[in-house]
């Protein structure tokens, strides 16, 4: 069933990231009980740290069980997983070092983006790791229980900078993005993908975020311009966590 989208505006960065590890416990109890797999894509950036530092302590670390979590990205920087700009590094170094020193997480649950292969063989490579993962038939998408999102204050998702040609490219599950305003290729999955998730959660805080939050959420539909409209999961939840200041220009009452 097609849940409608709920907007949680929280105080600060670290209450976004209270609710969004609320969140992946949630979930992570009602998906991984099932099939004891719980397929989850991080995203990239600075936001994301408040969360993974608390998802690596307790309480939250307590409460999730890790042996089935699978650990995906959702886009990455063309750089080796060593390099500051990397977000897989970000993520070792804010969470995954500690799960695996501790031995909740073995390698073999971490995934990710081949990023020191050339752009286009690391997007073919990865692709075909999901297909092979998730053993999809030709045409079929991953169905990610968990997918966290960030959004760029020119209301980029994922690596789907606005006006780039990977806003349109809908028949792989991950693709090469050149992003002419950062003068770089970008690993992404594609928006399709994200629309298969179970859970979608975008985590958004800083005033710097606030108009382009303002525009996709109550702005006229334009992905070219604002590519976090694109995310629209077609069977699964989107939630939206943002703080007070992304939150300043939408219409009083928005959250729900
Ligand atoms: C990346 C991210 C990107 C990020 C937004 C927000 O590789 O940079 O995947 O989409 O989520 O740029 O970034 P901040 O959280 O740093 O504001």
Known sequence: ARDRAHLVVADDLS????AAADLFVQVGQSSAGAQRRFAVA????????????LLGAPPYHDAINWAA???YWGDDRCVPPDDPESNYRMARETLLDALLARGDLREEQIHRMPTELPPQEAASAYESQLRQAFALETGQAPRFALVFLGMGADGHTL???PHTAALKVTDQLVTVNFVPKLNVNRVTLTYPVANNA??????????????????????PRDPEQFPAQLIAPHDGQLSW??????????????AG
């Open 42 to 53: 991080l995203s990239g950036g600075s936001t994301p740290r408040a969360l993974h530092a």
């Open 241 to 254: 966590l943002v703080d007070r200041a992304a939150a300043a220009h939408l219409q009083p009452g928005a």
């Open 198 to 219: 179970a859970h979608v959660v975008f985590l958004v805080a800083g005033a710097d975020k606030a108009e382009a939050l303002a525009q996709v959420l109550e702005g």
């Open 69 to 71: 979590v699978q650990l």
């Open 159 to 161: 690596s789907l900078f």
């Open 15 to 18: 209450a976004v990231a209270r």
